[in-house]
């Protein structure tokens, strides 16, 4: 029987490649990555000793760069294991637990129909392309000229122009034999029981063609040239072709940009058609844009297909900063380990459009490297234009912080969202509580000062090692950087090898700096554009200072070389360099660890000190001493390996002792 390509891409988007191929191979643990979709094996149609064969679930293709072969689910199927296409439909629609469709004249007929359709589409868009070209459409090619579009782009996205006249579609389509009701399936015409005569939906407007994942045309939008037309953008209806919520504008050409070898390496969501083509002209080819809506979940599960953290781009004016606002919502429910979003905001009254005609494409890069991830977005959500000084106030914020964080359906990421939100908790109201609740006289204000001495106080070095391995250095512009983040941001990215087997932990790695938080996001992508043996010191190197981050791993570089921690850099054997990296992520947590449980024991003995409840108090005291020497003692711990790999004498092309 044959099967519609709708059903095929159906049970293709329901089942990851790597499922169907993992039955007949073993995936090499060194070159796969699990949280990315990228998995590597010794190919299962030639014998090899070394892992060739790739497949990647983003792509839904395998590919041998021993011998060659390349597929999807079903040829993988016919031709390793010897099926028939219609038994490897089967088995791959029983993994999608999809049923498989009835032999049914009335579905083919309307497979049939929809083929139909689509040329219908087809004939509609070279008859818009052709519009433009006459004397009709020389106001729309002023219009695109004046917005800086060159031809060759006009071309790429194939725009053109429908007239005002009611019927000029209509008749064309008609000449060329296409039957009335096909017209009206297609959504071309405005028609109905309460309209005579059908008349063409789109007069008087540019028009851009929609096209779905396998590229042909399935909709328009359309842009009034009068500024008294009701609506600025109109889309093509809903029909058997077209569903908006489910369909991205660009989205085929914006994918294979972060498949080709010059891919980004995530993906831009904007807000509208020009934006997308103003970018892509600018050399930004990796852009998408939802049809004149909000963003949607199916649009975003498109998103997340593409890549593990698309960048949600917005205008900076108060509708940009409400449409952000709506999306972070709509994607805080759904964030899993490595799966999350990001927002970039434009200066206010910029879009992407006005932006890179005005001033080229490194305004825009600009913008895009300062993204602020999902937590940032929603926090300062929550805290502005808002005054937290009453108790009250302060209770209302942490009550929907608490709320809002727990519609995270991931266990491990809802955990991780409330502990930053008890962090940013803490580092707003702590001044508040030092001021109005540790401050007065007799027993009260005695505790109150060794409490705010604890607070304040830095702790004390253990040793010459251990300050150098705390210390802070200030070089403009990067800001202030505690040196056991420089260590494990260095060291990954002189060693990206490491990347093979401690993805997950590296790709979870919280840093305190914003500038490393930004650096860790560049990094990230930049790895994800590449295949395994690809990625390289030197390639992530470019890639991170094409982003602008050449200024800050300069000035990581000096102050490890400064510091004399030789584990950091890219002279380091790799078993240094991975020892070191472990040892200063394990010290990394514990720190972070420990400043969590002071905080808390902070909250709690000011929410005890309110009550007036000494004995607690004293309890809680001891209990933050004990954190404070805890402390001291992991910086003495700390500093007991700092001569690791400086000793060893173990750098790349020494023998080790």
């Not at 890549?307 to 919502?329: E, K, M, S, W």
């Not at 990421?413 to 109005?436: C, G």
């Not at 420089?486 to 914003?514: C, F, G, K, W």
């Amino acid at each position: 029987m044959r099967f519609s390509n709708s059903f095929l891409d159906e049970i293709r988007d329901r089942v990851p490649i790597s499922d169907v191929i993992g039955r007949r191979v073993s995936w090499d643990k060194r070159k796969t990555n699990v949280p990315r979709g990228d998995y590597w094996a010794c190919c299962p149609f030639h014998g090899e000793k070394s892992p060739s064969f790739h497949c990647e679930d983003r792509k839904g293709r395998y590919h041998c760069f021993g011998c060659g072969v390349t597929g999807d689910h079903f040829r993988f199927m016919t031709e390793l294991e010897g099926l028939s296409f219609p038994e490897a439909v089967q088995q791959i629609a029983d993994m999608a637990g999809v049923a498989m469709p009835i032999a049914d004249p009335v579905m083919e007929k309307r497979e049939k129909e929809r083929t139909s359709l689509l040329d219908v589409m087809e004939l509609a868009t070279k008859f818009f392309q052709d519009q433009l070209q006459t004397a009709l459409g020389a106001r729309a090619r002023a219009y695109l000229r004046d917005r800086g579009l060159t031809g060759r782009t006009i071309e790429t996205f194939r725009l053109g122009f429908a007239s005002d006249s009611r019927n000029a579609l209509k008749e064309f389509l008609a000449g060329q034999g296409v039957a009335k009701e096909q017209i009206e399936a297609c959504g071309l015409v405005v028609h109905g029981p309460e309209i005579p005569v059908s008349y063409d939906r789109f007069r008087d407007r540019i028009m851009f063609p929609i096209l779905s994942s396998r590229e042909k045309v399935i909709a328009f939008g359309g842009r009034a040239m009068s500024p008294d037309a009701p609506a600025k953008y109109l889309n093509s209806n809903e029909t058997e072709l077209f569903h908006k919520g489910s369909v991205l504008y660009n989205f085929t050409r914006a994918r294979r940009a972060t498949q080709g070898a010059n891919g980004e390496g995530t993906i831009i969501a904007v807000e509208g058609y020009m934006d997308v083509i103003a970018l892509h002209q600018a050399g930004v080819e990796n852009a998408v844009a939802p049809l004149g809506t909000a963003l949607t979940e199916n649009q975003l599960e498109l998103l997340w297909r593409m890549t593990p953290q698309p960048v949600l781009c917005f205008d900076g004016d108060g509708a940009g900063i409400r449409a952000a606002n709506r999306a972070a919502d709509l994607a805080l429910p759904h964030i899993k380990p490595g799966r999350t979003v990001r927002f970039a905001l434009l200066p206010d009254g910029k879009d992407p459009d006005d932006l890179v005609r005005n001033e080229g494409r490194a305004p825009f890069d600009k913008v895009m490297s300062q993204a602020k991830p999902l937590s940032e977005m929603l926090w300062d959500r929550e805290v502005a234009a808002s005054k937290f000084d009453t108790p009250e106030a302060r209770a209302e914020l942490e009550a929907r912080v608490t709320k809002l964080v727990a519609v995270v359906a991931d266990e491990s990421v809802r955990r991780q969202y409330q502990q930053v939100m008890r962090d940013k908790l803490y580092a707003l109201f702590r001044p508040a509580v030092v001021a109005s609740n540790f401050s007065g006289g007799g027993q009260k204000g005695a505790r109150a000062q060794k409490l705010d001495l604890l607070n304040t106080a830095r702790l004390e070095k253990g040793s010459a090692g251990s300050a150098r391995l705390n210390q802070k250095v200030k070089s403009s512009p990067v800001e202030s950087l505690l040196l056991r983040e420089s260590v494990l941001a260095l060291t990954v990215v002189n060693h990206p090898a490491l990347m093979q087997d401690e993805y997950d932990e590296i790709a979870s790695i919280d840093y305190d700096s914003r500038e490393l938080q930004r650096l860790w996001s560049g990094m990230l992508g930049a790895a994800a554009a590449v295949a395994g043996p690809h990625l390289t010191r030197e390639y992530l190197v470019e890639r991170l200072e094409e982003q602008g981050f050449g200024g800050l791993i300069q000035a990581l570089e000096k102050q490890i070389r400064n510091a004399r921690l030789w584990i950091a850099t890219e002279q380091a054997a790799m078993e240094d360099a991975r020892e070191g990296y472990r040892q200063a992520l394990a010290f990394h947590k514990r720190a972070k660890a420990l400043r969590f449980q002071k905080i808390e024991l902070e909250r709690e003995i000011a929410e005890a000190t309110e009550a007036g409840n000494g004995e607690v108090i004293d309890l809680l005291m001891r209990a933050l001493q004990e954190v404070h020497f805890e402390g001291l003692r992991l910086e003495n711990q700390e500093a007991i390996i700092d001569g690791f790999g400086v000793l060893s004498g173990r750098v790349k092309g020494a023998a080790s002792h």
